[in-house]
């Protein structure tokens, strides 16, 4: 049994799926350990015929896709000659040759000089093997990618070709071909990005509905980038996004003041009221007291989701020092960005070795780091200010992950005590960091559009 993206999958029963599969004669499926930690699934077999193996692959990824969740499909496939053994009549895993992962489609491989570097830059953010080829319409996404990789691949960018695109370029161009698009309209009008404390994930229409989402501790609201690509077209998604990242020096003395100025953002983008709030981790308190405080306006809310956070009872409140919470922020930064923790460390010193090594952040520009750092620290000290509080009349949802979930709900079904009417909660069996990945959007975004009405693409 081993973890992938935050599931627990048990490989002998994706071994038995295969061997199912006509044309297969047997199979074995191994975890493999990618570069930046994260597991990734490798399948090899061998062929009832072998005149028939070089399109095996493509049959037994249609046929697991047809009756498997997407992250039980094997990123890699092969076709070997034999399984090989160890002594024990076991498959010898070590004997087994590398192979690349399932990530070419079936479009144009890159020619131009902008579409090589940046299949190139992918290849190295997404840790794929070197010889991987993508072509210009693989989507980023579906190669692995994720909103932290997401950033990388902005700052690469900035690097190589001086154009600073806004995060959600990479969300809205997910493609090679589009991304050299984005670059060359930003280009021709000499226009460099950056995101505001709103970020458009999904346009909707007029007339539509509006959920806004808010970040957690790293301040990306991009996390809820597939989120929103689930949802149907007259469904507007605005992601809110640390001041921080959009190169605001704003700083707030409570949590409360943070919720004054997002609860402005919100009535700026959607004039009036019912608000469809949601926030995952920190986020989750920061949409609570952003609908206490619309609330209070006299605006009307109709929901508030809260995905994997327990309220902050009073007594609580965890109150750190200037040099307590500086020491958790560079040692959040170091963990992020695959370093060893040195005691005594600086930001300034943290964000030298990350530059330094090869690490999942070491893309990221001083100033993109800087922001990073200067988001968690905000996260560290608004927490600090004031407990959960208020009774809000909106209806709530709480989605309770798996280890708050194994701690008898961990807190988080104490929400209730907030909220005038019932709480629906849900526990899904998910890692916390992975609740907005596509495998837990499966468990738990249809769920929560049945109870806030909201509709999803596939309705």
């Excluded at 960018?157 to 670059?183: H, M, Q």
């Excluded at 009307?300 to 989701?305: I, M, N, Y």
């Excluded at 609580?316 to 040195?342: H, K, N, S």
Aim: with cysteine; charged share 25%; glycine share 10%.
């Amino acid at each position: 049994q081993v973890k992938i993206r935050g599931f627990r999958v048990e490989l002998d029963e994706i071994r038995a799926a295969i061997t199912d599969c006509p044309g297969v004669r047997t199979a074995v499926v191994v975890a493999r350990r990618r570069p930046d930690g994260q597991n990734t699934l490798a399948a090899y077999v061998t062929a009832l015929e072998p005149d028939r193996a070089d399109t095996l692959v493509d049959e037994v990824r249609a046929f697991l896709s047809a009756r498997l969740p997407e992250y039980m499909v094997p990123a890699a496939i092969g076709v070997v000659d034999a399984i090989p053994t160890t002594v024990n009549g076991k498959a010898d895993v070590a004997a087994l040759p590398e192979i690349a992962p399932l990530a070419v489609g079936s479009g144009r491989l890159p020619h131009t000089y902008q579409e090589n570097v940046l299949a190139r830059h992918i290849v190295r953010i997404l840790a794929l093997p070197e010889d991987t080829r993508i072509s210009v319409d693989d989507n980023f996404f579906e190669l692995g990618g994720h909103s932290l990789a997401a950033a990388r691949l902005v700052a690469a960018i900035d690097d190589d070709f001086g154009i600073a695109l806004a995060l959600r370029s990479v969300f809205e161009n997910p493609t090679i071909a589009g991304l050299v698009g984005e670059i060359a309209g930003r280009a021709s009008i000499g226009v460099r990005g950056g995101d505001g404390i709103p970020v458009v994930l999904a346009p909707g229409r007029d007339g539509g509905h509006t959920v806004f989402a808010v970040h957690a501790a790293s301040g990306y609201s991009t996390v809820y980038a597939e989120f929103a690509s689930r949802m149907a077209d007259d469904v507007r998604v605005i992601g809110l996004q640390d001041p921080a990242h959009a190169r605001d020096g704003r700083d707030f003395a409570t949590a409360t003041e943070l919720a004054v100025a997002y609860a402005d953002v919100v009535v700026q983008s959607q004039p009036d009221g019912p608000y469809h709030l949601m926030g995952w981790s920190y986020g989750g308190h920061i949409a609570f007291a952003v609908a206490r405080e619309l609330e209070s306006r006299g605006l009307a809310v109709a929901d508030v989701t809260i995905l994997d956070s327990p309220p902050v009872a009073e007594g609580r409140v965890r109150m750190r020092t200037d040099e307590e919470r500086e020491a958790d922020v560079v040692r959040a930064f170091a963990e992020f960005a695959g370093l060893e923790e040195i005691a005594g460390e600086t930001r300034a010193s943290v964000q030298a070795r990350n530059r330094a090594c090869a690490g999942p952040l070491s893309v990221l520009g001083d100033r993109d780091a800087a922001a990073l750092m200067d988001s968690f620290d905000r996260c560290l000290r608004l927490m600090g200010t004031e407990p959960t509080h208020g009774l809000v009349r909106a209806r709530g949802h709480v989605v309770i992950g798996a280890e708050h979930a194994a701690e008898g709900g961990g807190g988080c079904e104490r929400w209730s005590e907030y909220f005038a009417g019932p709480v629906e909660m849900l526990a899904v069996d998910i890692d916390h960091e992975h609740l907005n990945t596509g495998p837990a959007l499966d468990r738990w975004q249809r769920w929560w559009a049945d109870h806030t009405g909201l509709p999803l693409a596939v309705d």
